[in-house]
């Protein structure tokens, strides 16, 4: 998928003023269509006369917006007659050309992504890895480990790879739109399924992994003081660990596990907390207070036998 780019003073910038609403309008669409078309800003005249009026056009033209043939402008292409070009296309957007290996690329790592998986499964049905997954001491294990959970990670966020604001060499730079969530399982807006087989949803599934590789984060610490006060977080954590250790289950995410824990172990100890002095009534001659229904029942008795007193002294 590709994207046609405008910057954030696109919408109080001169020509754009100049233009009107009904022309800008006609303006993005025209230059989406260069961009799913990777046409690098050339529009058919057809094309552009389907979209929108011939005034909306022109105004586009005499704003310096659309060139026609014959234009003056020294930085953009001359388009063939009865044809058009979007002014400083190439400046904002990506060229065919790296669309194309951009593309590609992602087309490599995909197809190496479902190959990981085939192989994976191969691995595991015939048994060969099963003993050093269990065992946490080959390099799957070493790499769980220095996974981290994005909800609980310290470290300022970033991407290795380039941006999507990146150009051809010497273009001005400009905002990118945010970009879409990945749905493996549906279509690209342009048409042509991709990620619909299960090999490609297993490829980018995550694995479940032992918790050997969680690690209790200062973020984690300060989440559960400010949610539970009072709980122990470091008892609570090693009877955590101690549990799925000892029971060998495995969690897609050891942070969210913990999580669940550390709520169900504050409302154990809720519930574990005794009755404070309020709920509790000692009757005569007792040592023990009572407690519970017993209590309730013996209070309602003690207010019963208060008001036939105050009846009798009446």
Known sequence: MAWFALDDGFDTHPKVRKAGNAAVGLFVRLGVHATRHLTEGHLDGDIVRS???????????????????????????????????????????????????????????????????????????????????????????????????????????????????????????????????????????????????????????????????????????????????GLDVDHSTAQFVSHYRSTGTRRKSWPDAWQKWIRDDAQRAQQRRPFTQSNVIALPGQTQPLTGTDAKVAGWLAIRDQLRQQGDSA
């Open 51 to 229: 979209y929108g009026t011939e005034p909306n056009v022109r105004k586009l033209v005499s704003v310096g917006m659309l060139h026609t043939s014959g234009h003056t402008c020294p930085r953009c292409e001359q388009p063939a007659d009865g044809d058009y070009v979007i002014h400083d296309y190439l400046d904002y957007n990506k060229s065919r050309a790296q669309i194309e290996a951009a593309r590609e690329a992602a087309r490599k790592r995909q197809q190496k992504g479902r190959d990981t998986a085939r192989s994976n499964r191969n691995r595991a049905g015939n048994g060969s890895d099963s003993g050093s997954i269990r065992s946490g001491n080959g390099s799957e294990s070493e790499r769980n480990r220095t996974r981290k959970d994005p909800l609980f990670d310290d470290a300022p966020a970033g991407h290795d790879d380039l941006s999507r604001r990146d150009t051809h060499e010497g273009a001005t730079v400009v905002p990118s739109p945010p970009l879409p969530s990945h749905n493996y399982d549906g279509a690209d807006a342009g048409g042509g399924s991709t990620g619909s087989s299960a090999a490609e949803r297993d490829a980018f599934a995550p694995t479940p992994i032992e918790v050997d590789a969680f690690q209790l984060t200062d973020a984690m610490r300060r989440w559960c003081a400010a949610t539970y006060p």
